[in-house]
């Protein structure tokens, strides 16, 4: 046992943190003005945008990644690192922006237009007042988004194939163990993935429990 | 001078509403809008802040705010508002709330030293009071030294001592940086205390505009009072502003009388 821990290869984990960091970092700045957008919109449009980036909760992770596929072949980007990412953004959007969007909308509105009082733009607003008062809901946006990505497998199964080192990444590796009946490394593997999620989420529910119980922000 | 010509069509409770508000304030004016709840007060008040659109015109000092279907932008009227709730930045301290406004730390401790707030300067919003918070609210309107500070009932969530001692601060900034003050409120002792003009809104026209003596001083003979309590032995209790009257009725006159009800008081007879 003690042998087989000694050789384990961490690689594939390695790639997920990877994945799941880079598509955390594009998606808060893609997401940041989409969300802080539909929060302040009364656009007619706003429904259509929202079930748009609504769509891959609800899309069978296959679906996805078969338009994600066809569309790969035209460019090229068919089991790369970088589709991965570009499909990771597609797959986790809603995770950032959903609770960047809830966050915005809850805050009062009377201390953002304060902020326009003031002389301040809407960006200054943006950053200095709306972002900082979201901390709680700010906290769960990038954790989740960066939690979901690191599960994701039904895309990545689909257009990164599982090349070592580019695109074998955690749930892929325990897949393919499961199919040579490696079962001794697909349960080493998965009680890592269990317990490093379980830890991920607990982290993030203490800290908005004890953000509310000293009456912090929100 | 503050002209104002604005019509905006509001939808209430009780259906349509027209905002239809025609007034000149002069510099300097210490303006009160009163009215009933749902008569349009706050909203007069976020047109002329810009932060609702109407229809119409506005200009302050001949620079036009709100013209042809034009308004300028919240950012470049350079008001004062003081929020119902406070509405301060959470995520700031005192001072912090202040310098955002205007980066002039000797402008700032100025106020706060006028408020009595120098020793709380370093503290979070969430660790005031409601006085302190109002207090901090109206030195973040005051950051910025506006033509125009607007109060959208910055006292009614206080009590009665700290409402005095905030009225009087209200006052002696209002004076001590000569701006132009509208305060909504629905106070008659508040408006009679700050105010040297008052606008009565009803139903989103104004149906009065005075001096508060002139405005609010009923018939000397009449006082308006509601009606709590009928008791059996014929004695009818009635609410006189903050006062509890007891006044004697007669059978005859119970029948026409209703709990709730608002009675004109003369001083020989009921109703």
Redesign the interface.
Known sequence: MLETLKTLDLTPFLLSFKLAGITTLILFILSLPLAWYLSQTKSKTKPFIEALTALPIVLPPSVLGFYILIVFAEVDLNFTFTGLVIASCFYSLPFMVQPLQGGFEGL?K??L?????????KIVTLF??AL??IRPALLTALIITFAHTVGEFGVILMIGGSISGETKVASIAIYEMVEIMDYTMAHIYSGIMLLISFVVLLSVYIFNHTQKKI?G?N | MFNIDINKTLHGSNGEMNLEVKCNIKEGEFVAISGKSGSGKTTLLRIL?G?EIAEGNMSMNDVFWLAQGKALA????????V?Q?Y?????MTVEENLL???NDLNFANELLKLTELTSLKKQLP?MLSGGQKQRVALC?AL??RPKLLLLDEPLSALDANMRLKLQNEILKLHKAFGTTTIMVSHDSSEIYRMASRVLVLENGTIVNDGTPKEVMMKDKHNLEGELLELDEQGFATVLVGQQLIEIKYSKEEATHLKIGQLLSLSSHKML
């Open positions: 009062n009377n201390m237009e304060a902020s326009y009082l003031a002389g301040k733009s200095r007042v900082p008062n009456g922000f | 802040a932060l919240v950012q470049k009227r350079n008001i004062g508002f929020f709730d509405a301060l930045f959470e995520n955002f406004v205007n969430k973040r950051m910025n």
